[in-house]
Every structure is written in C-alpha cells, then in structure tokens.
C-alpha cells in the first residue's frame, strides 16, 4: 500500500487494501478452526506446494488442462524470467533491434512471466477457499475496486456494439463509444517512453487500434447514416415521412 501511495497509483492502492481485508478475514476464519480440522487441509496444501501432488492447470498452447505441482510451475516461472532477464539485458545494450522479432519476443515474455505468476497466484488463493469450504468455514467475499469497471466496460461495449449493429441512436453511442476508446488509449497510451500495454498486437507508436476504431466512429458520426440504414432510418420515416430534399437554387 505504501508503495503505491508513493507512485501516486490511487486504483493500486484501494486494491492492496482489498487484498489486506481479504487476507485477514482469511486469517480470522483460520483462526476459528480447530487442529484436528486444519491438520489434514495443511498437509493436501504442502503436498501440492512440495511436488507429492499435483493440481489441474492451464498451460500455454495446450488445449485444457494438466495436472501440475506448484514446484512445477515455479520452476516455469523461473526459466521465463531467465529468459526475460536475457532480453531485457541485451534491449539494455541496444542489441536485438533488427526487423523487431526479437522486442515482439521480449514483450510477449513479460505478459507470459506476468500471466503465469498471477495464474498461480489466483490458483493458490483458490486452493485456500476451497480448503476452508472443505472445513465449512464461510470466509466473507471482498468486493475488489476493479470489479465495478470490469462491470462497466462489459455493459458499455455490449451497449455500443448492439446501437451500432442496430443501427439505433447511431450518433450517440458513436459519442460514447469515442468517448471509452479515448479514455482506454489514455490508461496505456503507446508512446515510445513508456512501455506497451500486455498482449499489444504488433508495435504501435501514438496511434494503435483504439485510436483507428475512434476515427472510424467519428467519420460515422459525421455522415447521417441514420437516414438510410438501420433502426434509425425507420424512425426517421416514421415520424418525418420521406420529405423530398430541396434542391440548392440555379446559379447564373
């Protein structure tokens, strides 16, 4: 939390908050249990953290999944980050560079060392709900800040594309939806200085998909596609009839 404060990050420090209040109303359920409860659910944890059992898991380019230990996928997660640490060093050096293949190798490096240690992460808590499931311990859910805007992005896209395709009240959901592409660019715009964001195609510098889909919006906007294609089009017809245009007057 600290941390975060002192990089002025106020979504990173409401989540570190999240998860100390999740942590402890864990260890407060813990606390609840009796030995004779908590001995064989300690003993199933340590045998998948020691490699004596192993837990499904997802694996890059595998279809389902595998059974895995968590020493397993430490060890993973250590050749990625030899790996990376390698890249990293020579991106350093100003070596690599080329035709771009081997920055496209070390961008897709980081999202694969950040994905695996957060799916281990997300795996391990999930072993320890399930554990106190097991012993009917009922640990309080914690509702994560970024819950909320996950919410919000998933109605505003659905929103936007279902206007569109509709093709009703065109004009506004191009406003909002320039709106949302503009406020997505700006959390991780693709400047040069600053790092690209994870699973970023290709290596895009100031202008990168979400500004394109903005522009194509606007030329939408711009164009009164409302009177001729469409929900809008039978509204229009509906209510104002097909009044013939006006012909500009003759020029001498």
Same mark, same amino acid.
């Given at each position: 939390?600290?941390?975060? &404060?002192?990089?002025?990050?106020?979504?990173?420090? @409401?989540? @570190?908050? +999240?998860?100390?209040? &999740?942590?402890?109303?864990?260890?407060?359920?813990?606390? @609840?249990?009796? %030995?004779?409860?908590?001995?064989?659910?300690?003993?199933?944890?340590?045998? #998948?953290?020691?490699? &004596? =059992?192993?837990?499904?898991?997802?694996?890059?380019?595998?279809?389902?999944?595998? %059974?895995?230990?968590? =020493?397993?996928?430490?060890?993973?997660?250590?050749?990625?980050?030899?790996?990376?640490? +390698?890249?990293?060093?020579?991106?350093?050096?100003?070596?690599?560079?080329?035709?771009?293949?081997?920055?496209?190798?070390?961008?897709?490096?980081?999202?694969?060392?950040?994905?695996?240690?957060?799916?281990? &992460?997300?795996?391990? =808590?999930?072993?320890?709900?399930?554990?106190?499931?097991?012993?009917?311990?009922?640990? $309080?859910?914690?509702?994560?800040?970024?819950?909320?805007? =996950?919410?919000?992005?998933?109605?505003?896209?659905?929103?936007?594309?279902?206007?569109?395709?509709?093709?009703?009240?065109?004009?506004? #959901?191009?406003?909002?939806?320039?709106?949302?592409?503009?406020?997505?660019?700006?959390?991780?715009?693709?400047?040069? #200085?600053? $790092?690209?964001?994870?699973?970023?195609?290709?290596? %895009?510098?100031?202008?990168?998909?979400?500004?394109?889909?903005?522009?194509?919006?606007?030329?939408?906007?711009?164009?009164?596609?409302?009177? #001729?294609?469409?929900?809008?089009?039978?509204?229009?017809?509906?209510?104002?009839?097909?009044?013939?245009?006006? $012909?500009?007057?003759?020029?001498?």
């Amino acid at each position: 939390v600290e941390k975060a &404060a002192e990089k002025g990050l106020p979504s990173e420090v @409401a989540q @570190a908050k +999240a998860d100390l209040e &999740a942590h402890a109303k864990r260890l407060a359920a813990m606390a @609840a249990v009796t %030995p004779e409860q908590l001995t064989p659910a300690k003993a199933a944890f340590a045998a #998948w953290v020691y490699g &004596a =059992d192993a837990r499904d898991a997802k694996v890059d380019l595998v279809t389902g999944e595998i %059974p895995m230990t968590a =020493d397993e996928r430490l060890a993973g997660i250590a050749l990625l980050q030899k790996e990376y640490d +390698a890249l990293a060093a020579r991106a350093a050096e100003g070596l690599g560079g080329g035709y771009g293949y081997e920055m496209d190798r070390y961008k897709k490096l980081k999202a694969d060392l950040r994905k695996a240690k957060t799916d281990l &992460a997300a795996d391990t =808590d999930k072993y320890l709900n399930d554990s106190l499931k097991s012993l009917q311990v009922s640990v $309080p859910p914690v509702e994560k800040p970024i819950k909320d805007l =996950d919410v919000l992005s998933a109605w505003t896209i659905t929103l936007v594309g279902a206007g569109l395709l509709l093709g009703l009240f065109t004009k506004l #959901w191009c406003l909002v939806g320039v709106g949302f592409l503009t406020m997505t660019y700006l959390a991780h715009p693709t400047v040069p #200085w600053l $790092p690209l964001p994870p699973l970023t195609a290709g290596s %895009p510098v100031f202008v990168n998909e979400n500004i394109i889909m903005a522009l194509g919006l606007l030329v939408v906007l711009a164009h009164p596609t409302g009177r #001729w294609l469409g929900l809008d089009a039978l509204l229009w017809r509906l209510f104002f009839g097909d009044k013939p245009v006006t $012909p500009p007057p003759a020029t001498v």
